[in-house]
């Protein structure tokens, strides 16, 4: 049985192209979601030592304990919020990763040796 090397060829070529394509796209989401993790943080760092300083300024306990109840409850919102937006991100790096292999599923022949003799 011989195999065509021009078919051969042929997918090995659009397979690595479509690779090529793949791992651009894999790069350009990391560095997105590399910023929207750095972002977040530096963020969340901030705002922890604002309210820090709040706190440790209050005259009483009773403005220590809401200060950090409100807090807590806006940090919980934006983790929850930064969940949804990494997860979006994560999704669409998955969707990014299987585009350029779409298009070679169809090229594929369901028999790949028909129509060849055997030797």
Not at 2 to 21: H, P, Y
Not at 45 to 69: M, N, Y
Not at 83 to 95: G, P
């Amino acid at each position: 049985m011989t195999i065509r090397l021009d078919n051969v060829q042929g997918f090995g070529k659009d397979g690595m192209d479509a690779a090529m394509k793949s791992f651009g796209a894999v790069s350009q989401s990391m560095q997105a979601i590399a910023a929207e993790t750095a972002d977040y943080s530096k963020k969340t760092f901030e705002h922890g030592a604002e309210v820090l300083e709040k706190i440790l300024g209050a005259k009483s306990l009773d403005k220590a304990v809401e200060l950090q109840s409100d807090y807590l409850k806006a940090s919980y919102e934006s983790f929850i919020a930064q969940s949804n937006k990494m997860s979006e991100l994560y999704a669409d790096l998955a969707k990014e990763i299987y585009k350029p292999f779409e298009g070679l599923v169809g090229k594929f022949p369901a028999t790949p040796f028909a129509g060849q003799t055997g030797s």
